[in-house]
């Protein structure tokens, strides 16, 4: 059972994790708990909650370095259910210390993540790839934003984190664009009546420029310096 601790709170921004802390096989181990609540729709890469649609929570667990679990999505739900987390939502896992993570704020846009280099390179690589997934690694990032977006939008959030996140790698002195279990989800508020949902979030619209800084700061705070 994980023994929660009160959210980190942001003065401005919208995603208040709870962290959270569970003993496995006698390795103490760390999650994050956002508890979105009702009202958003997200778009995630996650094994857990994947794709696009309403979801009321995101919870990114640390797992150990050597994960052989074959039933990834069960365990993210038990987890997510221990720690009070109900209805649909979105499960990431990564083996980097959850606790240590960062955070990023600019103009609305909150952004949390966290960041394990150990297997780490680039994505246009010569190697054959395979059709396992890989270990647990990974860069995990989650970012919040104030308004509604389209689906269009939300594909093109992911891009703009994306990018914002190899920015921050290199900015920090990492030869790399990640590592091969990066995962990211982006939440936007569902459209309310005589509301309007954004149909851009580049990196030079309105709130894809913010969400670029905010996923910049966060992983640069999180990636360990080269």
């Not at 997200?42 to 994947?50: C, E, F, H, R, W």
């Not at 939440?187 to 005589?194: D, F, K």
């Amino acid at each position: 059972m994980p023994t929660a601790v009160p959210p980190t709170r942001s003065a401005s921004g919208p995603l208040l994790v709870q962290r959270a802390t569970r003993v496995e096989d006698g390795e103490g181990l760390h999650a994050l708990l956002w508890r979105a609540g009702t009202g958003w729709r997200m778009i995630s890469s996650a094994v857990l909650g994947g794709g696009i649609g309403e979801r009321a929570w995101v919870l990114n667990a640390q797992v150990s370095h050597g994960y052989r679990r074959t039933d990834p999505e069960r365990h993210l739900a038990r987890l997510a259910r221990e720690a009070g987390a109900h209805g649909p939502g979105v499960g990431l896992m990564t083996a980097a210390d959850v606790s240590e993570y960062g955070r990023g704020h600019d103009g609305g846009v909150d952004a949390v993540a966290t960041a394990g280099l150990g297997v780490r390179g680039w994505a246009a690589s010569p190697d054959r790839g395979a059709a396992v997934p890989a270990g647990p690694g990974t860069v995990n990032i989650v970012v919040a934003l104030p308004v509604a977006l389209t689906d269009a939008a939300l594909v093109n959030a992911v891009a703009t984190a994306t990018e914002a996140k190899v920015q921050a790698l290199l900015d920090a002195g990492h030869d790399c664009s990640g590592t091969p279990t990066d995962a990211v989800c982006v939440a936007a508020r569902a459209v309310r009546p005589g509301e309007e949902a954004h149909a851009f979030a580049g990196p030079r619209s309105l709130w894809g420029a913010r969400l670029a800084r905010a996923v910049h700061a966060a992983v640069l705070t999180a990636a360990p310096a080269a």
